[in-house]
């Protein structure tokens, strides 16, 4: 059974757990110990972020709410400590905010040609992206898949999919740029859009729409009926 990382305990090390197994893994005492980096006399970094949180009913929005004056009451948090606290949960919190008024929201194709003409629409050579929605149909991220010539690109189908549970993403909509300035479906762009919604199905991401950009125009998927 392997151990290492110098037999780890002291909480498990949180930085290394982090780094070895992901941010997901690691609880709000644990990544609030790696923000203020060491403990007090009698306590851990993690033990002493545990009582910190205990104190705020193990809500993370309470604790936002405390001064560096609160905050510095705790035996082992020091100003420094204290000001790396609030500093890391009003960036949550600015976050937060961002996503809630800025995500933009997909309620038809023409929003999709309005995020994604002015990347791709005037471009001398093809590029496929593909957006990553909420179940909100908002969409949380954007992402270049390929990049290719005058005439296509290859797209990695298991890059797509990778990103999207990356994200959490429950939907996403293809795009793609014909610098012919033509809006048709070539077979290719079919048999992508069928191999990838099938795929999408049996890993419950759905593939919404492909959408192919020109300068001046757009032609979706399933307005016109191709999906």
């Not at 290492?4 to 893994?25: F, V, Y």
């Not at 919190?93 to 309005?114: C, G, Q, V």
């Not at 759905?206 to 125009?217: A, P």
Request: with cysteine.
């Amino acid at each position: 059974m392997y151990t290492p990382i110098n037999q780890w305990a002291e909480d498990d090390r949180p930085r290394e757990k982090l780094q070895l197994k992901g941010k997901s893994t690691l609880s709000d005492s644990e990544l609030l110990a790696i923000l203020i980096g060491s403990g007090s006399r009698n306590d851990s970094a993690v033990q002493l972020c545990q009582r910190i949180l205990a104190a705020s009913n193990n809500n993370l929005n309470q604790l936002s709410k405390l001064s560096v004056h609160q905050l510095i009451q705790f035996k082992g948090i020091g100003e420094a400590k204290a000001i790396s606290i609030v500093a890391a949960l009003e960036l949550g919190r600015r976050r937060r905010l961002e996503e809630a008024t800025e995500l933009p929201k997909i309620t038809s194709s023409k929003n999709i040609f309005e995020i994604m003409q002015p990347i791709i629409g005037e471009l001398p050579h093809e590029e496929f992206w593909v957006l990553y929605l909420n179940n909100s149909n908002k969409v949380i991220h954007k992402s270049q898949i390929s990049k290719g010539g005058i005439t296509g690109t290859v797209v990695d189908n298991r890059m797509v999919f990778k990103t999207a549970f990356e994200y959490h993403a429950t939907s996403i909509i293809l795009c793609h740029n014909h610098p012919s300035g033509k809006l048709q479906a070539s077979e290719p762009d079919l048999q992508l859009t069928k191999k990838l919604k099938v795929a999408g199905q049996t890993l419950d991401v759905l593939v919404l729409d492909h959408i192919i950009v020109t300068e001046f125009g757009y032609l979706s998927f399933k307005d016109s009926g191709i999906f």
